[in-house]
């Protein structure tokens, strides 16, 4: 069966950095990414990439603040987070979907979760 698990999350002050890693097990994705879900808000796409052609897709919100990755000898997505800031708090998602047409930025799309770990920064 596949499954998708989150690792890494924790608190920081503002300006600070985190790194997020996902393992994926049980099937071939066509992609995977990240979505954050604050209190009180809707959970919104952060960051994603098309496994194929490693194409990656960024919410305006985090463009050039985090990086997507992949590395595929070990199988594990990453997300590096620089330059947090106190709106960055939420809990953070892994997901991962089979071949689909739809945006990425699309979550019902997306087949399998992770349980999420939470992000907090301070200012």
């Known amino acids: 069966q596949a499954q998708v698990q989150e690792s890494g999350g924790g608190s920081v002050q503002a300006g600070g950095s985190l790194r997020l890693s996902c393992a994926a097990s049980?099937?071939?994705?066509?992609?995977m990414g990240w979505f954050r879900q604050a209190q009180g808000k809707e959970r919104e796409g952060v960051a994603f990439?098309?496994?194929?052609?490693?194409?990656?897709y960024y919410g305006a919100s985090v463009k050039g603040r985090f990086t997507i990755s992949r590395d595929n000898a070990k199988n594990p997505l990453a997300l590096q987070m620089n330059d947090l800031k106190p709106e960055d708090t939420a809990v953070y998602y892994c997901?991962?979907?089979?071949?689909?047409?739809?945006?990425?930025?699309?979550?019902?799309?997306?087949?399998?979760w992770g349980r999420g770990t939470q992000v907090t920064v301070s200012s």
């Open positions: 049980g099937y071939i994705f066509a992609s």
């Open positions: 990439i098309r496994i194929g052609d490693g194409s990656t």
């Open positions: 997901a991962a979907r089979r071949v689909s047409m739809a945006s990425v930025f699309d979550r019902n799309t997306y087949n399998y």
